[in-house]
């Protein structure tokens, strides 16, 4: 089974300039805790999540407006996945960056979409009741979260 037959392909996203209330907005709006960072070429570069816009906020005594994504993330990288990878090796990855939401690139590194624990966790329901493939289990997805999950 292949990452692209998990993942949501409707991708909120920022880039490095983009200002943390714009962000913090981004995800209010779309109902998510964390977004891609992206370079001019549409190519991930970092992943912003709530948790480091509050840490920003708290301890940078700046405004959000004032605080700008690359000054958070800079220097942090981000683990992708290829589309056309197995779902397997995506876990793998999500399981040992210990990261909950994995961008998902096509073979020139442009965003195509983004894997996510709860695309997962609904993938493998889904193959249980039989309305998908059953080739995700329940069992791949408690491992994944678990490792992801793992205080470290």
Request: glycine residues 10%; hydrophobic residues 35%.
């Amino acid at each position: 089974m292949r990452v692209s037959e998990v993942m949501t392909p409707d991708v909120r996203c920022c880039t490095p300039q983009t200002d943390l209330e714009t962000v913090a907005m981004e995800m209010w709006n779309g109902d998510c805790g964390s977004i891609p960072v992206m370079d001019d070429n549409g190519t991930p570069v970092g992943m912003i999540t709530d948790r480091d816009i509050a840490m920003a906020g708290a301890l940078q005594h700046r405004a959000l407006r004032e605080i700008t994504t690359g000054e958070v993330t800079n220097g942090r990288g981000v683990y992708c996945c290829n589309s056309e990878d197995n779902i397997e090796s995506a876990l793998q990855i999500m399981a040992e960056g210990h990261v909950r939401r994995l961008p998902v690139v096509d073979d020139a590194g442009c965003l195509q979409g983004i894997l996510s624990a709860d695309d997962v966790v609904a993938y493998a329901e889904r193959g249980k009741r039989g309305k998908g493939k059953p080739e995700l289990s329940f069992e791949d997805a408690i491992v994944t979260l678990k490792a992801v999950c793992k205080h470290h």
